[in-house]
């Protein structure tokens, strides 16, 4: 491992690869099995979890605009693609997620995605209101959800 941790609780699995310049930075963090962050990518959140077989790509930023997220977690087999920025309070996956890369999560409430979920690259995930993602949902290339609209209530996508 090249990057660091730094945690006052901290789980590691085996076979775990951090490239060059990563932090990972939180309150608890455990990083399963088979696990790979690439280089240049930061997390700050005070709960971490990286589920098995995950990987994230090289510079992305995961954490709050100002300071750390109060959690981040992804599930089992789960991709987050190079140059992601996610940036809201929670940010939760199921397993089996792609988040294909230049990935832009922004807001001021939570975010949460189910299980086989698949978006494309370059897409925009307002999370202004609580954002929530269900299981086998599809988001093409280049879309945007936002909760900022007129009704207020919180939006849900489903398959």
């Not at 090249?2 to 990972?24: M, Q, T």
């Not at 309150?27 to 995950?54: L, Y």
Request: hydrophobic share 35%; charged share 20%.
């Amino acid at each position: 491992m090249e990057g660091k941790i730094l945690a006052e609780n901290l789980e590691l699995g085996k076979s775990i690869k951090l490239g060059e310049n990563v932090i990972i930075q939180g309150k608890d963090v455990r990083i399963e099995d088979n696990t790979s962050v690439g280089n240049g990518t930061i997390i700050q959140a005070q709960k971490i979890t990286i589920g098995f077989g995950s990987t994230i790509e090289e510079n992305c930023r995961i954490r709050k605009v100002s300071g750390q997220m109060e959690e981040f977690t992804l599930g089992d087999n789960c991709f987050v693609g190079h140059d992601s920025k996610i940036a809201v309070p929670v940010f939760k996956t199921g397993d089996y997620v792609s988040l294909n890369n230049h990935l832009f999560v922004n807001g001021v409430k939570p975010c949460v995605i189910g299980h086989n979920v698949w978006i494309g690259q370059n897409c925009i995930l307002n999370s202004r209101d609580d954002l929530t993602i269900g299981n086998g949902v599809g988001i093409g290339t280049y879309s945007c959800v936002w909760t900022h609209g007129a009704d207020r209530k919180s939006t849900r996508l489903n398959s």
